[in-house]
């Protein structure tokens, strides 16, 4: 009930190219989904979020897309850059106390790699 | 944003020694969050620490195994205890901030067990 799976495990693109990773959960009370990029060493950062009212939210280059029919959300990279070469984590939550989304359940990641 | 120091940044120890990670925060958050991230894998939270009491933990941590310290609104500690190699992990400490409660991670405390 739990869980998010993320696929794929790997992806190489060029540069210029669009990068689309997918994640897909079970449970239908989560009620915030973000995606985390981390790169070697450091913690993950938040890249953008979105939240089940909306079915798209675009910043920049990235877009999510939420089809909550199908309980499936994806992360799409357009015009991947090489330093956007990093592991994207997808994660899903709900509410604690109404407020607070930092019980987060991640998918498994996913290592972008873009050629120049 | 909120700022997150943790302290070690790297260990290695011994099978069966403890080690407690800290958690520094530039400004006072209610909750806590300490989740572990096992070589090439995902992050998994381990339990959620709010101040002035006992920390919350997830199914597969206990606090023997895992105690928790939350003195004040900016800082935390999380021991492992009697370390296996299969604690080898990247510990990271998060709080939420900002207009829209995103979760903050530390760089991670990286520990190696022998």
């Known amino acids: 009930q739990q869980q998010v799976k993320q696929s794929p495990q790997s992806l190489i693109v060029q540069k210029g190219g669009i990068s689309i990773i997918n994640c897909a959960y079970e449970?239908?009370?989560?009620?915030?989904f973000p995606w985390y990029q981390q790169f070697p060493g450091k913690g993950p950062a938040l890249l953008i979020a979105?939240?089940?009212?909306?079915s798209e939210k675009k910043e920049g280059r990235f877009t999510i897309s939420f089809n909550k029919s199908a309980k499936q959300f994806s992360l799409h990279i357009m015009d991947s850059q090489p330093g956007d070469s990093a592991t994207y984590f997808c994660a899903a939550s709900l509410a604690i106390g109404g407020t607070s989304y930092g019980k987060l359940t991640f998918g498994q990641g996913t290592i972008l790699t873009v050629h120049p | 944003s909120a700022v997150i120091s943790q302290k070690p940044s790297r260990d290695i120890c011994q099978r069966g020694t403890s080690l407690t990670i800290q958690c520094q925060v530039d400004?006072?958050?209610?909750?806590m969050f300490w989740y572990r991230q096992q070589p090439g894998q995902s992050l998994t939270l381990i339990a959620t620490?709010?101040?002035?009491?006992?920390?919350?933990?997830e199914s597969g941590f206990v606090i023997d195994k895992f105690p928790i310290s939350r003195p004040n609104l900016t800082f935390s500690t999380l021991t492992v205890s009697n370390m296996s190699p299969e604690d080898s992990s990247i510990y990271l400490c998060?709080?939420?901030?900002?207009?829209?409660?995103?979760?903050?991670f530390g760089e991670g405390s990286r520990l190696t067990v022998l």
């Open positions: 620490a709010n101040q002035g009491s006992e920390a919350t933990y």
């Open positions: 449970n239908t009370a989560f009620d915030y």
């Open positions: 400004s006072q958050v209610t909750m």
């Open positions: 998060s709080v939420e901030g900002g207009t829209t409660g995103e979760l903050f």
């Open positions: 979105i939240r089940p009212d909306v």
